[in-house]
């Protein structure tokens, strides 16, 4: 389940990445037209990918903490959540996140830059 899960949040990091630097395909032709490395572009795209799983990892742990106070209140049931399951959910979020804007990273920084600046 949870390899499943991971792989379902690396696509998703996937297309939406790939889908923010298709948007901004002129800009990173301006990058590179400026002389910005192969490298400063992957880390760019890299850094947003990392604070966009940081934020879904930030979301999902408020979420589970208030639905099991929830399920604890209203059903009288006993939820235990682990420190090491909430780390090890945050490693796989943050993992898959950087795994998922490999790609789009790879494809912007090989990106033309005449072609780039002339996208539409």
Not at 99 to 111: E, K, R, S, T, V
Request: hydrophobic share 60%; proline share 2%; glycine share 8%.
């Amino acid at each position: 389940v949870v390899g499943l899960e991971a792989v379902i949040g690396v696509l998703v990091i996937l297309l939406t990445m790939y889908t923010a630097v298709k948007e901004r395909t002129r800009e990173i032709g301006i990058l590179k037209s400026l002389g910005a490395s192969r490298a400063f572009i992957i880390s760019v795209i890299e850094k947003e990918a990392f604070l966009l799983s940081l934020l879904g990892v930030g979301v999902g742990f408020v979420v589970s903490l208030v639905t099991k106070f929830i399920l604890q209140r209203t059903m009288d049931m006993a939820v235990a959540i682990e420190p090491r399951e909430l780390f090890l959910a945050m490693v796989i979020g943050l993992s898959s996140g950087l795994l998922g804007a490999l790609y789009p990273a790879f494809a912007a920084a090989n990106q033309d830059a005449v072609r780039a600046l002339s996208y539409e």
